[in-house]
């Protein structure tokens, strides 16, 4: 397929994001991200160093590819918090397409606070920033972001790390119809299927880490969900057949003499 995905001014071949954390070294980060032929990799800047030279830097693995980083606030609570860390982190590192979230419940479900992801995203915004705004699956707070400026709306599957796929599918198709930007489903994703269902249902794109990055092989993992995102895309292109409460046969008799 030769559609592109386009959030902002930057456009990609792949529509599978991968994330950084919890592999056991820089090494396995890398194998398993080219392995999944995707083009993003979003480090939480905070605990994956990407803007000290003088440390082991996971941005020296990745100088010879063509994947682009996208730094996020994972451990932000406020929008001021959040605000501030990617002024620095552009400061250090001149990127400027970032993934916004505050977290709004750090002791259990880590779902987002959407009303300082919004008040951060009007801000950011404003700086220049390439926003992908990591929310809730509310369709009214999708739109919400989209108004602030966001430049592609990513919403829960399920919980992160939970690995229990899409646990509404309704909102994700809703949420599409709401906003005119990409639609990346995020957090919950646990294997091939979930991702395939997601691109089904029209996501743009989806990104995974745990998912991978905890597999028992993350590089063979890495190579399903490549094919799972381009599959689920396939067929939502292709259109499938509406769903029935009973059988139709797949060779008809009308018109047939016996």
Not at 38 to 60: C, S
Not at 120 to 125: D, K, S
């Amino acid at each position: 397929m030769s559609d592109i995905l386009k959030i902002g001014k930057y456009e990609f071949q792949s529509r599978l994001i991968v994330g950084s954390g919890k592999y056991p070294d820089f090494k396995t980060t890398y194998d398993a991200t080219i392995a999944s032929g995707a083009e993003m990799i979003t480090v939480a800047v905070r605990r994956v160093n990407i803007t000290n030279p003088n440390e082991e830097n996971l941005m020296d693995y990745f100088k010879e590819s063509n994947v682009k980083f996208l730094p996020n606030s994972a451990g932000c609570t406020t929008a001021e918090e959040a605000i501030t860390l990617f002024r620095l982190t552009r400061e250090a590192t001149g990127i400027d397409l970032i993934k916004l979230e505050v977290i709004g419940d750090t002791a259990k479900t880590l779902y987002p606070d959407v009303i300082e992801t919004i008040k951060a995203c009007e801000v950011l915004a404003k700086e220049g920033f390439t926003i992908m705004a990591y929310t809730s699956d509310d369709p009214i707070m999708a739109k919400r972001l989209e108004d602030a400026g966001a430049h592609a709306i990513m919403p829960l599957a399920s919980p992160i790390g939970s690995g229990l796929g899409i646990q509404n599918r309704y909102n994700v198709v809703f949420i599409r119809e709401a906003v005119s930007v990409p639609v990346v489903v995020d957090a919950g994703i646990g294997t091939a299927s979930d991702a395939a269902i997601a691109m089904e249902l029209g996501a743009d794109a989806v990104l995974t880490n745990t998912a991978i990055a905890q597999a028992k092989n993350p590089i063979l993992m890495a190579e399903a969900m490549k094919n799972a995102v381009v599959a689920g895309r396939m067929a939502y292109e292709a259109g499938r057949i509406p769903k029935k409460p009973f059988a139709t046969a797949s060779s008809p008799i009308d018109g047939m003499i016996f």
